[in-house]
T-cell receptor
Framework: DAKTTQPPSMDCAEGRAANLPCNHSTISGNEYVYWYRQIHSQGPQYIIH???NNETNEMASLIITEDRKSSTLILPHATLRDTAVYYC??????????????FGSGTQLTVLP | DTAVSQTPKYLVTQMGNDKSIKCEQN?????MYWYKQDSKKFLKIMFS???????INETVPNRFSPKSPDKAHLNLHINSLELGDSAVYFC????????????FGNGTRLTVT
């Protein structure tokens, strides 16, 4: 699976949009981009994933560049409860057995009041 | 509630002891995983089971033995515990194949003294 690069930390004001970048310049054509987050003392929580089209769900939006070498996770109206470590992961989506996710060091997002 | 649940949440034990961590999921998933998160917060895959069969076994000491009595359970047994085994262990599950996201438990914090 391709490696990802994320900034180690970011701050965001409460109520504003949080834009978390991720570089995955070695991503291959069949690799998906996944985002998870881990709130302190909890297990990682799935947020969203995509292949090449932008995606949106009730938690966030995922913007993937046309060349797929980078992506941005957008939390449209950050709250204090969004303070967490955010992990960007690229992984092959297979039709057979599930593949493991390899987590990097992630971005510590701190939402400030 | 539908979830991945692990017991115990905290486990403190002495070196040389044998201990088990239990994991159950009621999401109807057929693939389960064990991850280890060390003091530097890196999450590493240890094992993956699909329909009670081992499909991923990373370079984990053979003191660690997963047991899957059925699709909904994946227990982790650790023999002869060592200080370096101290970590948070996360169980996860997913549907097989495709782009199914992982659902994680809230972890078991193991402290070996």
């Amino acid at each position: 699976d391709a490696k990802t690069t994320q900034p180690p930390s970011m701050d965001c004001a409460e109520g504003r949009a949080a834009n978390l970048p991720c570089n995955h310049s070695t991503i291959s054509g069949n690799e998906y981009v996944y985002w998870y987050r881990q709130i302190h003392s909890q297990g990682p929580q799935y947020i969203i994933h995509g292949l090449k089209n932008n995606e949106t769900n009730e938690m966030a939006s995922l913007i993937i560049t046309e060349d797929r070498k980078s992506s941005t996770l957008i939390l449209p109206h950050a709250t204090l409860r969004d303070t967490a470590v955010y992990y960007c992961i690229v992984r092959v989506g297979s039709s057979g057995s599930a593949r493991q996710l390899t987590f990097g060091s992630g971005t510590q997002l701190t939402v400030l009041p | 509630d539908t979830a991945v649940s692990q017991t115990p949440k905290y486990l403190v034990t002495q070196m040389g002891n044998d201990k088990s961590i239990k994991c159950e999921q009621n999401l109807g998933h057929d693939t389960m995983y064990w991850y280890k998160q060390d003091s530097k917060k890196f999450l590493k895959i240890m094992f993956s089971y699909n329909n009670k069969e081992l499909i991923i076994n990373e370079t984990v000491p053979n003191r660690f033995s997963p047991k899957s009595p059925d699709k909904a359970h994946l227990n982790l047994h650790i023999n002869s515990l060592e200080l370096g085994d101290s970590a948070v262990y996360f169980c996860a599950s997913s549907r097989t194949g495709g782009n199914s996201p992982l659902h994680f438990g809230n972890g078991t914090r193991l402290t070996v003294t």
